[in-house]
Every structure is written in C-alpha cells, then in structure tokens.
C-alpha cells in the first residue's frame, strides 16, 4: 500500500461540470457521474476530449475508465463530462 492510500488520500479523480470529484473506482458509469455531481436522474451527459477537442453525447450504458492519479505529480485531464444543456 503507497503512503498516498494509508493517508486516505483518492486515488481517483473525475472532472463534471468544471468540478474536480474525488472517485474510489476505476470505472464511472452515467448514473455514477450524475449522482455524483448532485445532477438530475434524467440529465443528458457528455464527454468531452479534451486532446480531441470532441465532444460526444454519452448512452445510458456507457462506462468510462478513469485513471489513476499520479502522486507527486500535476493533476492532468483528458476528459471532462458536462451535463448537456
């Protein structure tokens, strides 16, 4: 186990709606984002590329891998989710 994990600190990070979430997973699905963004059940989603610069209405369904944080490293996203308006 890393210092990092024994002091508690997330290991994951999921950017919604220009906020920064701490996450315990290395998956995040739809619901999980609107949930954990405080957004409406029925809100529409989406991923946007950052490095693209693509944005794509996201399913239901979908699942998206978030990666590790890097400890002692710069915070670097490649992706952002935003409630679709």
Do not use: C, N
């Not at 920064?20 to 809100?43: C, F, N, Y």
């Not at 998206?64 to 915070?75: E, I, M, N």
Request: proline fraction near 9%.
């Amino acid at each position: 186990m890393s210092a990092d994990a024994a002091a508690g600190e997330p290991r994951y990070e999921v950017w919604i709606d220009d906020r920064i979430h701490s996450w315990d997973k290395d998956t995040i699905s739809v619901a999980e984002m609107r949930e954990l963004a405080g957004l409406p059940a029925d809100s529409p989603m989406t991923a946007v590329d950052l490095v693209a610069q693509q944005e794509v209405p996201l399913p239901e369904d979908a699942v998206h891998s978030v990666p590790p944080r890097d400890a002692g490293k710069p915070l670097v996203k490649r992706t952002h989710f935003r409630q679709l308006s």
